[in-house]
């Protein structure tokens, strides 16, 4: 982890939000290549989600009427337990904190649930240990040593604590001006069925696609992108028929995790990973979390969700306004369940980033071979398409390479580079991930020819300077 975070600092996809004052907590900025893969990630899913006749596309505002908030259940309910160090003031995640510990008290607790709960009962699950740290915190401060200061018995009791970052809207700061930065995407969705299927004219099932920014004041971020505070997510909401829904879930759950391996993730770095009835968020009727193998573990970056009629009838009961669909061939009015899939755009660059990266072996110009550090991005992602290097700077072959570059331009991201060896040059753009350089040399200038490098295989071919284009572009195309 410490080799690709170092990359993606060196070589411009990632630096630390407010860097030069110490750096904010949760945040980070995607720099010139950064932006580049965050942008063509984003792009294959708006490619893959709405080009098709029966998904429409939304951009919805950030911030929303209060009210969308307390119908949604996020006022009461997106919390998580946490508990303080009295000593320190450090601030746990309970169920983070509980993984953090040494068995040996790890088991102590667990030992404990199972008496307070009953001989019957040993299930030891995320709600039980919430529960436990809720309602018996003084055995379990007694048990547990701060992580940070090192003090036994020093936490308070685990208390709720709202994740949804709040503001005020216009000049006065009062409980009515009270507005919150999105948590999720998705009841910008919701609000909106309405319109789209009146605008759209949409019949069952239609789904409403959105990618945006979202934001939760998590407790404990963690491991570089996986759990920051702003982010972006991409979000699909389909509405169905009761009764369809069951189908229409399993079909979502196959076509989304096709969409990881088609952008070159190897399917067994992927899980399904489903949430058992007892954790099953408030509105969902099932759920299943799509995992990436992480180098710290499997970690999920999209959830595929069943939340039945929940957020429609949320919705129509908040704001007394009727969000069913009538089925004209069977008469019939009912509100539609939704199938979601929820996928976020910064954990999936970092699970891009993660499986791109690679150490192999190349062949140096003395014909001995050294480490080379790579990125095998699909090329649809990578953030530079090609780069076009004349092999010496004389006889006219910057000018050939500069009039190919800025052919290309017009058409994708490329990189013209006269600096250093050939060799050299490579090992650049391989760290960059660009899956394909082109080299000018003294033939092109008797044939119009030039040599096309691929990254993965270091494989050479001669083409004519024309094709590069269509070239590139059919390797870019899934
Ligand atoms: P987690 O259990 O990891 O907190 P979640 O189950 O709350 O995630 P969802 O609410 O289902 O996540 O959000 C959908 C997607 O949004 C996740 O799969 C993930 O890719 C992304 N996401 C959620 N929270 C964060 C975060 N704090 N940082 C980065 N991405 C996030």
């Not at 939304?58 to 508990?83: C, Q, R, Y």
């Not at 699950?125 to 018995?153: L, Q, R």
């Not at 999936?348 to 072996?361: Q, V, Y």
Request: glycine fraction near 6%; include cysteine; hydrophobic fraction near 35%.
């Amino acid at each position: 982890m410490d080799k690709i975070v170092s990359l993606a600092k060196r070589r411009g996809f990632v630096f630390q939000s407010s860097e030069i004052y110490g750096g904010l907590n949760g945040c980070w900025d995607f720099g010139p290549l950064g932006v580049e893969l965050l942008n063509n990630i984003k792009q294959a899913w708006w490619q893959a989600m709405t080009y098709r006749d029966d998904v429409e596309g939304l951009d919805a505002s950030i911030l929303m009427h209060p009210k969308v908030w307390e119908a949604s259940g996020h006022v009461e309910n997106f919390t998580d337990p946490m508990v303080d160090c009295k000593q320190c003031k450090a601030r746990y995640r309970v169920d983070l904190l509980f993984e953090s510990l040494p068995k040996k008290s790890k088991k102590h607790i667990e030992d404990k649930i199972k008496v307070t709960l009953g001989a019957d009962s040993a299930e030891v699950n995320e709600i039980t240990i919430n529960n436990y740290f809720s309602d018996n915190i003084d055995h379990f401060t007694a048990d547990i040593t701060c992580p940070t200061c090192g003090n036994t018995g020093t936490f308070t009791n685990a208390r709720k604590f709202n994740l949804m970052f709040k503001t005020y809207m216009g000049a006065i700061e009062s409980e009515d001006s009270i507005a919150y930065l999105r948590p999720e995407t998705a009841q910008g969705i919701f609000v909106n069925y309405g319109n789209v299927k009146e605008s759209t004219r949409q019949k069952l099932p239609f789904g409403i696609a959105q990618i945006g920014k979202a934001f939760r004041n998590e407790i404990n971020t963690k491991n570089f992108l996986f759990r920051v505070r702003e982010f972006e997510q991409m979000e699909m909401q389909y509405f169905v028929k009761p009764g369809s829904d069951d189908e229409l879930y399993n079909e979502w759950k196959e076509h989304r995790i096709q969409w990881w391996v088609d952008l070159g993730i190897k399917r067994e770095n992927l899980n399904f990973a489903p949430h058992p009835a007892d954790k099953l968020a408030h509105y969902a009727k099932a759920a299943v979390d799509i995992e990436f193998k992480f180098p710290f573990g499997f970690g999920e970056i999209e959830g595929i969700h069943n939340r039945s009629d929940f957020d429609l009838s949320q919705h129509t009961k908040f704001s007394g306004k009727k969000l069913d669909y009538y089925d004209e061939q069977n008469k019939e009015r009912f509100i539609p369940y939704v199938i979601e899939t929820s996928a976020g755009a910064t954990r999936g660059f970092m699970a891009f980033l993660c499986n791109a990266f690679d150490e192999d072996e190349a062949p140096t110009s003395e014909g001995k071979s050294e480490v080379r550090t790579v990125l095998h991005f699909h090329p649809k992602l990578a953030p530079i398409k090609c780069a076009v290097f004349p092999l010496v700077n004389k006889d006219g072959l910057q000018e050939i390479s500069q009039n190919i570059t800025s052919d290309l331009q017009k058409t994708f991201k490329v990189f013209y580079d006269d600096s250093g060896a050939v060799g050299r040059r490579y090992r650049r753009q391989d760290e960059c991930g660009t899956p394909f350089c082109v080299t000018v040399d003294y033939d092109t200038l008797k044939d119009d020819t030039v040599t096309i490098r691929e990254r993965d295989s270091m494989q050479q071919e001669r083409i004519h300077k024309d094709k590069i284009k269509m070239y590139v572009l059919e390797k870019m195309s899934l």
